[in-house]
């Protein structure tokens, strides 16, 4: 008996993001060894309804099965098979659980492997398949759709059988039989080979209107030594009558072969262009889609002459499909062209001294092409040469286009922009010496913007932008105020072992820095620092505030007072709200910012803590969500997380604003000032910036050093004039410019 050859091709039709369901058909491809071992597993499957993760699900489920099948190696087909289906039903259960979409209700899928004559299958859901033997057509699936899913065992049983010579296996999706019969499948798939069957229903589903996915798969066992056949397969599946218009058909086919003698017979160098462009765009999308995205091939397929019933497309959408078209068709040409020069070059430095047979030198290419352009007619010589010159003018204007300014001015224009920036630097230099720093942040946006327009890709314009920009450095350095501190690292508490500082504060005239756990550590003297409290649990301190000679210090459920004096903490009673924020002290009285409940609490001092909780702010258009920092000099200052400061007095928010800075002040996290003070303070680790304002919201200075960005904490000693910055584990100071 001769040895008998499977031969397999498939059918697909699905659009990803129009199509009802998802469909997809799996083929193996294993090298010789595997294929003469277990044979070839193939899949059919369908999700319902579609679903963006639906593709993913069936390529999950087709590499489970064919890894774990072809990962046996001391097994039958069958038994192989089993221990696929096993494998993927234990990858399935995860998913089932993980998923909330229960899509195994819309799963279809038919599995099987066929080697040499043995068949072996399993099927889940709704799906066709037919076994087409001579004029018989066996159901393999007894035309009935599986029973409710198993979730924990989803394949449950195998089918096994054997092939005979000439037979032929349909696997399809339901929705392929509302379409085609079972007797016109039978003698479809038995009148051709599986590539041109399943071309053929291809053409005739392809442009259906109706959104329907199509998968299928054609299987025919024949003899190896069974020589193939050219013969088409419209030959040998008859087509029925011809309509009324057999006439204007048949001239139509008669003009359609006129044409293709002639495009045989006749040379045209535009009709090569297109037809390399055509196919090469065709490799490079096949080799994407299937290399890339692990999806099959589009079939290509010649449609024949019809009539067009859809409805005519308007002027404007004919224009974009022509340009789209054209576009598409140059970015291909040019890089064919850039393909094959690299290949031309490539060859020219590795050819072998010693010319092969067949193999053409480059002056016999040469004059091919000469004699190839001097058989061509007067007027395929015209179009030639002008596709030569479009080529060399469109290179032209891109070379143009890519050299070009972008910021294109004539020389007067230039000149009046030059004269105009020069004329505001004098005038922005007077202001300045007036002391009006707002009037000259707004000359400054101005001459921005002038210098912005002036173009810059040509030296010489480059000169004059930095010319002009320079001249411009003192005007900003002075309107920004913004200055390096002179730092001095005033103390270290590496060697104290303390757990993470969280913050510093001036207590009369000591200095104290608190730990995360409550530690309070004096110092005041520079360069010896001392643990003068440390309490017996461990708290989370949130904030701290002094309370006279005395440090407070907040936790979330609890309001300590240290007493400097005795070195003792004592616990105050005190009603703290859910979600206690920054506090300070003012008058014998505590003031407490309450985030959640979006209110300022005021405490009037008892002898034993705090008495009752009253509301203090009674203005309702103020929002405390996003509330860092409060600071009191008989009025309440709420620093916001975006650097924005707000003064309330007697509850009700007043006009502050600050004079905009450079560069801005987008968030913040300390505030500082107390009753004698005249200016504000807001530090922002995240800018690496100690911003002063003056109350009136005008802007003193701002400090600005990268250690800023790790600090945690910071006091102000207005008397002599020096700021504490609390990073890490050392305390810096710097001199403040208050005059």
Known sequence: MAALRVTLDKLLICDPERSRSTCNVFVSHVDDADRERLGRVFIVAELTPAHPENQELI???????????????????????????????????????????????????????????????????????????????????????????????????????????????????????????????????????????????????????????????????????????????AARVQPGPLPLGQPRASMDQLIEKEAATRELLEPSFWRSITQLARHSYQRTEDAIRTRVLRKPTRRRLASPWRESAGKPRSMFVSILLWL???????????????????????????????????????????????????????????????????????????????????????ADERAQIVATVRAKTEEINTVLSYGDEQAARQLLNETDGLIAQLPSKRRADREIVDELTAGLADAKAKTRRLEKPVL?????????????????????????????????????????????????????????????????????DALTRFTVESQQYSALTIALPDSPGGLVTFQNRLYLLDRTGGQILRYPRTSSGYGASQPWLTDPSVTLTDARSLAIDGAIYVLQANGTVLELVRGEQQDLAFDPIDPPLSSAALLWTEELSDFLYVFSPETNRLAVFKKNGALKVQYEDASFGSATGFAVDETNAVAYVLSGNSVVRFPLNLQ
């Open 488 to 556: 001095v690292e005033h103390t270290t508490l590496a060697g104290l072992g303390t757990p993470e500082p969280r913050r510093v504060v001036r207590a009369g005239t000591s200095l104290y820095v608190v730990t995360s756990i409550g530690e309070v550590i004096d110092v005041t003297n520079e360069g010896a620092p001392r643990i003068v409290g440390a309490p017996l649990d461990e708290w989370d301190v949130i904030d701290v505030a002094p309370d006279g000679d005395n440090v407070l210090l907040l936790q979330s």
């Open 324 to 410: 789209w078209s054209v576009v598409k068709r140059l970015f291909v040409l040019l890089f064919m062209v850039l393909v094959t020069g690299v290949s031309a070059v490539r060859r020219l430095f590795t050819r072998s001294p010693h010319r092969e047979p067949g193999r053409t030198t480059v002056g016999e290419q040469l004059s091919g092409l000469v004699g190839w352009i001097q058989r061509m007619t007067g007027r395929q010589r015209l179009v030639f040469i002008g596709m030569i010159a479009l080529v060399l003018a469109l290179t032209q204007g891109l070379l143009w286009y890519a050299g070009r300014d972008t910021n294109a001015l004539s």
């Open 59 to 233: 390529h999950l489920i087709q590499e489970t099965i064919n890894r774990a099948y072809y990962s046996v190696t001391d097994r039958g087909v069958e038994t192989a098979f089993e221990h696929a289906l096993a494998e993927a039903n234990a990858r399935l259960q995860e998913l089932v659980r993980e998923d909330q979409r229960n899509w195994l209700s819309g799963l279809a899928l038919f599995a099987g492997v066929v080697k040499d004559s043995s068949f072996v299958f399993t099927q889940v859901g709704s799906i066709q398949g037919f076994l087409l033997r001579g004029t018989r057509i066996v159901d393999l699936l007894h035309g009935s759709a599986s029973p409710i899913v198993n979730p924990l065992k989803i394949f449950s049983s195998v089918v096994s059988g054997q092939l005979e010579e000439h037979d032929h296996v349909v696997v399809a999706t339901s929705s392929v039989l509302d379409y085609f019969s079972q007797e016109k499948i039978r003698r479809t798939v038995q009148a051709a080979p599986p590539s041109e069957s399943a071309a053929y229903f291809d053409q005739l589903l392809r442009d259906n209107p109706s959104n329907t996915a199509f998968a299928a798969l054609i299987l025919t066992l024949e003899s190896s030594a069974q020589p193939t056949t050219s013969e088409s397969i």
